[in-house]
C-alpha cells in the first residue's frame, strides 16, 4: 500500500458527460501528479500540482482541469467526455517535486473510467 | 523527438534465471532516468531512480545502469521470482520548459515480463 488514495475505483458514464477524479496524497507529502494509462499509449503525464500550485503541465487536454486544495487533495475534472478518453488514470504524490522530479512518486490504486 | 524505447516488448523466462531489460532513450536535457514496475491494474512501483552522474543503482535484486553518453539504460533481474511478473516501465525525465511552463516525464510503454514455475 502506497499510502495514496483514489477515488472511485470504478466508474461508468456516457459521452459528453463530466466527471471528478478524486485523490489524497501520501501524509506529508505536498506534490500531486496526475497520469492517464491508456491500452495502447502506456503512461502519460496529465499535470503537477505543489503545495496547491500547478508546477507542471504535460499532456493535457483543454477539456481536463485539477485543481489541488489546501488540505493537499487534489481533483481531475473530465468534461465533454469522449470514447478516447476510457483510460486508467492514477494519481502519484511526492514529498517535495520542486524542480527536476527528482522524487520517489508513489502511486494510488488508479480509478477505471469506461465512457460508452 | 523526445522518445523512450524498451525492449523487449515482452519477455518469458524461468524461475530462478537472470534476465535483463533494455531501454533506449533520445530525451534532451535529461534529468533523471527511472525504472518502475507495474502489476496488472495496479500503480507502476519506483524501483531506481538514477541521475546524470550515476552509473549503477542496485535494489535487491533489481540492478539499473545507465549510460549518458549513449543514452541507454538497462535493468538487470537476479534469480528472478514469480513475483517479479509484472511491466517494467523505463521513465525520462527533461528539465527543459518551455513557454506553457511544460516539463516532461517520457515514459516507455514498458517491457511484460512473465516468469514461469
Known amino acids: 500500500d502506497s499510502g495514496v488514495t483514489q477515488t472511485p475505483k470504478h466508474l461508468i458514464t456516457a459521452t459528453g458527460q463530466r466527471v471528478t477524479l478524486r485523490c489524497s496524497p501520501r501524509s506529508g507529502d505536498l506534490s500531486v501528479y496526475w497520469y492517464q494509462q491508456s491500452l495502447d499509449q502506456g503512461l502519460q503525464f496529465l499535470i503537477q500540482?505543489?503545495?496547491?500550485?500547478?508546477?507542471a503541465k504535460g499532456n493535457i487536454l483543454e477539456r481536463f482541469s485539477a485543481q489541488q486544495f489546501p488540505d493537499l487533495h487534489s481533483e481531475l475534472n473530465l468534461s465533454s467526455l469522449e470514447l478516447g478518453d476510457s483510460a486508467l488514470y492514477f494519481c502519484?504524490?511526492?514529498?517535495?517535486?520542486?524542480?527536476?522530479?527528482?522524487?520517489?512518486?508513489?502511486f494510488g490504486p488508479g480509478t477505471r473510467l469506461t465512457v460508452l | 523527438k523526445n522518445q523512450v524505447e524498451q525492449s523487449p516488448q515482452s519477455l518469458i523466462i524461468l524461475e530462478g534465471k537472470n534476465c535483463t531489460l533494455q531501454?533506449?532513450?533520445?530525451?534532451?536535457?535529461?534529468?533523471?532516468l527511472r525504472w518502475y514496475k507495474q502489476d496488472t491494474g495496479r500503480g507502476p512501483v519506483s524501483l531506481t531512480i538514477m541521475t546524470f552522474s550515476e552509473n549503477t543503482k542496485s535494489n535487491g535484486r533489481y540492478t539499473a545502469t545507465l549510460d549518458a553518453d549513449t543514452k541507454q539504460s538497462s535493468l538487470h533481474i537476479t534469480a528472478s521470482q514469480l513475483s517479479d511478473s509484472a511491466s517494467y516501465i523505463c521513465v525520462v525525465t527533461n528539465t527543459q520548459r518551455n513557454a506553457g511552463n511544460n516539463r516532461k516525464l517520457i515514459w516507455g510503454l514498458g517491457t511484460s515480463l512473465a516468469v514461469n514455475p
Open positions: 500540482y505543489y503545495n496547491g500550485e500547478e508546477r
Open positions: 502519484a504524490s511526492s514529498p517535495r517535486g520542486a524542480g527536476g522530479f527528482t522524487d520517489t512518486q508513489y
Open positions: 531501454c533506449n532513450y533520445t530525451v534532451s536535457p535529461f534529468s533523471n
